[in-house]
């Protein structure tokens, strides 16, 4: 049933890239631990062990303020349809803002969406799957147009606006690194 490897294999990047929907987790030494769901066009495998993740504007920044305490990362793949499987990829991530050379190196792999806040890089060096029986069969729809609307609707100086107000400090407190110079 559930298997470990050392690197995404082919097959396994297919799987990465087929789902709708990821979710990842964080956790500092203390405080609480963040699992956020993700979605869109935000994720790329860029190597065997490396795969990249543009984290757009939300309502809290939980993840980067993890990142920067302890740079821990899992994210989790479940298959909604076709073949049951749950795949976890495991390793330290690293976090690039528009200020990083690193984040103008990765943002054209990336359609650009309004609201791209960082870019998060995640250097593998676990992956897991196991057999996701228990997840039950659900059909993609659509993806939510919300989101990209709204920040449409901010532009880059009102996105900025906000994130000082709702994206400097997490819910424990811990700063997320996001107005640093």
């Known amino acids: 049933m559930g298997k470990q490897f050392t690197e995404i294999s082919e097959s396994i990047k297919q799987f990465i890239e087929d789902q709708k929907i990821f979710f990842v987790g964080t956790a500092a030494s203390d405080g609480r631990v963040n699992v956020s769901p993700k979605g869109m ?15 757009l504007t939300g309502s809290g920044n939980e993840t980067a ?8 990362m899992t ?19 690293t976090i690039y803002h528009e200020r990083d050379i690193q984040f103008k190196q990765f943002i054209d792999q990336f359609e650009r969406p309004p609201g791209a806040r960082q ?9 897991q799957t196991s057999c996701g029986f228990g997840v039950p069969i ?5 993806e939510r147009t919300f989101l990209r609307s709204w920040a449409e609707k901010k532009k880059k100086g009102k996105i900025k606006e906000y994130w000082n107000a709702h994206n400097t400090i ?10 640093e110079l």
């Open 41 to 55: 066009d935000s994720l790329r495998v860029i190597g065997p062990n490396r795969l990249i993740w543009l984290n």
């Open 65 to 72: 303020a993890h990142l920067l305490k302890d740079p821990r």
């Open 75 to 93: 994210m989790m793949f479940c298959a909604f349809e076709g073949s049951p499987m749950i795949l976890r990829v495991y390793g330290k991530a």
């Open 119 to 127: 870019i998060i890089e995640l250097d593998i060096d676990l992956v």
């Open 138 to 142: 659900m059909e993609y729809k659509e």
């Open 170 to 179: 997490s819910i424990d407190g811990f700063e997320t690194g996001i107005n």
